[in-house]
């Protein structure tokens, strides 16, 4: 029961080592400005950084995406309050009642009460992290190539809840990320797929081109040039940004549920921090004594949803890191940054790779806490930078994308794969057609592939071992059930609309 | 502006045409060999599922004739320009080195986003240069990478 925390402990010593402290402290000053800053989220800021980041030692570079993300968690709540602008989509809550606050002079109390926040919920989405992820991770040691390759079956369904409003497009994208991923050799005999007679092609496509074209390039080819007025000036005092602590004591309630709703919420694959900061908000103004002060700026609006955000954040690590299966955008891409440098996330992980896999966890709780610093002092920075031109910004982020994908293989042809997924990710942003599908299809498709192949091959070409498995039914059924449930829950809101008419009529 | 509509019909005809591509090469890789799936036992079933919903994409768009709004034609001009702006930088890296290449891309990329007046050149050309110089030691320095 305490191995976990004997294990931390040792992370915790392994992140204090000077490379992975640096590598820490940059991704997450990195991650507050890109938290800050309209225009590019967490997601595109670690697809950015990949890259740059995987030059580096294997440890360094994950500690610093992984700063990236929870970074851009607390840099999104200064721009909501300060200015009225969500950083993030999971600071849209913190706008509500945070801004109010800021215009009724109590700027500091609203950024002191929301970095407090965004500490206490991260470390209670930590001790959750460290409490849980071992337990599911040996849980899942019990799966063998045909229970993988359900869990792999169950991910790629989770199309359904990540795919966005049309289920269609969804599957489309789903199919093109499934595509890429047959892209090279081929995993059993090593007959080249799709090379179109490009060697280079031969070890498929790297991981970090895709997240930085669809996520990266696409964002800033969709911004429109006039976000960003040089003319407006911060309009606050860095007195007044100082926390008041008497305030964040008052709201310890809402405090903790925030915490809890966005760390189980975290976990679900697909759900996401924004989710949880809206649920957590819905909870804390239900549960509220003056229900009525929420939107005219409650302290308790901003306490529930940024403690949400940041425990959903380490939430959603455990899918990734037990189990192998991304549950949001931005795992998605940290996780193509672990298959970067070599390491298969999934319960193995923890047993091949512990040392490494608890220094991670050990940097997440002392970026956690550095944040609490470096947020109080870049504040008035960060209120500053939210007006930054996009002709200032844009041309340095493309530069680093331009020397970061050249850097993977020394080849400017990788460079032009870039471009090309830039513009195909603006199209899919356009018309609607999701990122994330085709990222789960491009990372879990060839695992899918292999483990079909592999089971099959050693059932010589009996499909009824799939069901011969009981952990393996049971995920097939959920699948099939998370699958259909979309459809059932339409076709009887259409038969109880029907009855309603008639009743009307 | 243009028709959003226009752009979804394109893609999903293209992504239609590439599902039955990739049905054609998993044939030609093998389906089965022996009682096993062979090299192109997936994209056979890749390219099926890629061309019968980029497929039904396409009939559900002919049966709603609605508008789904359109693109600023200027938006489209600004990503064929960034785009062009980046080929320019691969081919001109070849010829007078990725640090200079790179000064000059920022400066497009810059330009394109909205530094139209001398001030805003100025500014976007200073961060250009000082930013050619911060890639040349993270890139060529730290970390060792034969820039062109």
Known sequence: MFDSWYLLADGLVAASQPNVLAAIMVGAIIGL?????????????????????????????????????????????????LLGIPGDASATMTV??????????????????SIAASFIGGLIGLLLLTAFATTIARAAIAFGPIEMTA????????????????LNKAMISLFLGLFIGTIGLDPMIGLPRFDFGEVRLFDGIEFSIIAVGLFGLAEMYATPPSIGKPEETNRFRFRELFPDVRATLKCWRELGSGSLIGFFIGILPGAGATAATMIAYAFAKRTSKHPERFGHGALEGVAAPEAANNSAAYGNMIPMFALGIPGSGTTAVLMGGLLMIGLQPGPMLFQTQSAFVWTIFGSFYIGNLALVAITIV?????????????????????A????????????????????????????????????????????????LERGIRRTLVASDGDLSVFFQSPIALVILLITAVLVASPWLVSKRAKQKADVVNTIAK | MIPLRAFDLGLSAILTLLGLYIISQGISYGYQDGAVPAAGFFPFWIGGGLTLFAGLNIIKLLRNSGMLGAIDTMEIVRVGLVSLAFCGFVVLSNFIGMIAASVLLMIAVGVVFGARD??????????????????YLVFGVVLTIPLL
């Open chain 1, 378 to 398: 870049l504040t008035p920075v960060l209120a500053t930078c939210a007006f930054v031109r996009p002709s200032f910004l844009f041309p340095a982020v493309m």
């Open chain 1, 33 to 81: 400005f890109i938290g800050a800053l309209p225009g590019l989220g967490p997601t595109a800021g670690v697809a950015i950084l990949l890259p740059v980041a995987v030059s580096f030692d294997g440890t360094s570079a994950i500690a610093a995406l992984g700063a990236v993300y929870y970074g851009a968690q607390y840099g999104g709540a200064v721009t909501a309050i």
């Open chain 1, 151 to 166: 869990l792999m079956i169950f991910s790629l369904s989770l199309v359904s809840v990540l795919g966005g409003r049309d």
């Open chain 1, 96 to 113: 509500i009642d945070g801004h109010k606050l800021a215009r009724q002079g109590k700027a500091g109390a609203a950024l002191g009460l």
């Open chain 2, 118 to 135: 001398i001030r805003s050149i100025l500014t976007v050309s200073a961060i250009a240069v000082g930013m050619a110089a911060v890639l």
């Open chain 1, 400 to 447: 680093i994308i331009a020397f970061g994908i050249f850097g993977i293989n020394n080849s400017m042809f990788e460079v032009m794969l870039v471009i090309g997924f830039g513009i195909l990710g603006y199209l899919m942003m356009k018309l609607d057609y999701p990122p994330v599908p085709l990222v789960l299809g491009m990372i879990l498709g060839p695992i």
